[in-house]
């Protein structure tokens, strides 16, 4: 099979040129031309893939079919979470991670739960069939009906996904990784930009054309942002990212992107020696056991999607020994922070530019919603007068630079779900105050931050 033409496209404006060179001819930029595949003119009436253009032509919205997407369950509840119920028939899912953080054990057990009713072909370009075989032994799977194919080339990666036989044509395939997989069409190493940008693009025609769903594994870089192209998270319909400490058995997958379902969402799992097993109460294991009330610590509920989470804001405040205070932060912004020990001086008149102040999100979670801010506040109160907070207290609520309380989204769910695990009072703003009372838990509804401060001199 003769090579299709090469070409060489500058990331900065999109020129094209013939030959790589350091600078770009158009804009004068260095360093920004890739390697690749020239497009071909096409015969009207003629396309690889007719699929996508069997559905070509203007059409009017409201002549259009909304139909409710069919969803495949994986066999892993909070997997399927993730997902925003389940696998979608010609969609492309990518999930990056760490090295070793479970993303290829994980894969392997959805494989095996769904090959019991489904065609399913695991690719493997990083480990051989004997290696595989011994993970699904080690995990006790039953994968009997698990196709494997040790094969990093794209080009026969295609052709056995494109088999003739419907028998033989698979409906979910898991390719490991897309770092690993190369095309013949291209002359740059596999994991290259130009070639993790072809690959996925030929791979996500294919899914779409066939109506297979196809997961991609991506590597990450040291920073944690999936290699290669920022194309490639454009290209896909779902973006998951796998976090957790090596050293913790804790394992997070997070919903970055999902055009089939909510962003944000959260699943959390375990690691076993059986493989990754489903958390069924995630808070737990964000909540330290203390045998007493410790100063400093302060419980909140956070919202990860559609699940409210109970997250332990642990805050330490010491006298500083040297001019330059420390402010680390370790689960929330390192920014947000200095704003709120700004907002703390301004509003409640308590000063802490001679303290190193440390905060961390118990269990490695982190934090992005700024309904955190109200938690960091009191526990920092809480450290530096050395009281504990009230037993069984939770609090949350957003705090702007005038020293307001902000509501935050979903009060009323973060309320119930705190008071299901046994808390009994909380201090939020005014604004999410139930209209109804919620049985056993005492609401303490504030407007501004020195109200919230005040209720613990």
């Keep these: ?41 096409v015969a009207k009436g003629t396309n ?25 369950p994986t066999g892993i509840a909070e997997f399927d979470r993730v997902l925003g119920g389940g696998l979608v028939q010609g969609a492309v899912v990518l999930i990056g991670g760490d090295p070793g953080i479970g993303k290829s054990t994980l894969l392997l057990q959805v494989l095996a739960h769904l090959s019991s009713t489904l065609n399913t072909l695991y690719v493997s370009g990083e480990e051989s069939a004997q290696q595989i075989a011994l993970r699904a032994k080690r995990l006790g799977l039953d994968a009997r009906g698990l196709r494997l ?4 080339q794209l080009e026969r990666i295609q052709a056995t996904i494109a088999a003739k036989g419907q028998h033989d044509k698979p409906d979910v395939v898991v390719i490991d990784s897309i770092q690993t997989v190369y095309s013949e069409q291209l002359t740059s190493a596999p ?14 025609r294919i899914a779409k054309s066939l109506n297979i769903t196809i997961i991609l594994v991506g590597h990450v870089t040291k920073e944690g942002a999936l290699a290669g192209p920022r194309v490639l998270e454009h290209i896909v319909d ?15 997958i997070r919903a970055f992107k999902n055009r089939f379902g909510a962003v944000n969402e959260l699943g959390v799992f375990a690691m076993t020696e059986r493989g990754l097993r489903e958390v069924s109460n995630p808070s ?94 009191l526990a920092m109160v809480s450290s530096l007068r050395n009281k504990p907070l009230p037993e069984k207290l939770v609090v949350f609520g957003e705090v702007g630079l005038a020293g307001e309380v902000r509501p935050v989204q979903r009060g009323q769910e973060r309320l119930k779900e705190a008071a299901k695990l046994g808390f009994t009072s909380a201090i939020i703003p005014k604004a999410n105050a139930p209209r109804q009372p919620i049985a056993g838990m005492e609401i303490i509804a504030v407007e501004r931050v020195e109200q919230a401060v005040e209720r613990f001199r």
């Design 238 to 252: 779902t973006v998951l990212y796998f976090e957790g400490d090596t050293h913790s058995s804790f394992r997070l």
């Design 149 to 152: 194919l040790p094969e990093i």
């Design 284 to 377: 737990a294991m964000f909540l330290s056991q203390h045998g007493q009330q410790v100063a400093g610590s302060c419980v909140m509920v956070t919202q990860e999607g559609t699940r409210p989470l109970l997250v332990e804001i642990q805050a330490l405040l010491d006298d500083a020994h040297s001019p330059n205070v420390k402010r680390l932060s370790l689960g929330l912004e390192q920014n947000r922070l200095a704003m709120l020990l700004a907002v703390l001086h301004r509003h409640a008149g308590i000063a802490c530019f001679d303290q190193d102040v440390f905060i961390n999100a118990v269990g490695g979670v982190k934090i992005t919603e700024p309904g955190a801010d109200l938690a960091v506040i």
């Design 191 to 204: 994991g290259s930009v130009a070639q993790v940008r072809e690959c996925a693009a030929q791979l996500t």
């Design 48 to 72: 690889r893939f007719n699929a996508l253009a069997a559905s070509g032509g203007v059409q009017l919205l409201c002549e259009v079919a909304a139909e409710e997407v069919p969803r495949t």
């Design 1 to 41: 099979m003769a090579k299709a033409k090469t070409i060489y496209s500058c990331t900065e404006c999109g020129g094209q040129t013939a030959k790589w060179q350091g600078q770009c001819p158009h804009c004068m930029a260095w360093n920004t031309l890739v390697e690749s595949v020239a497009e071909v003119a």
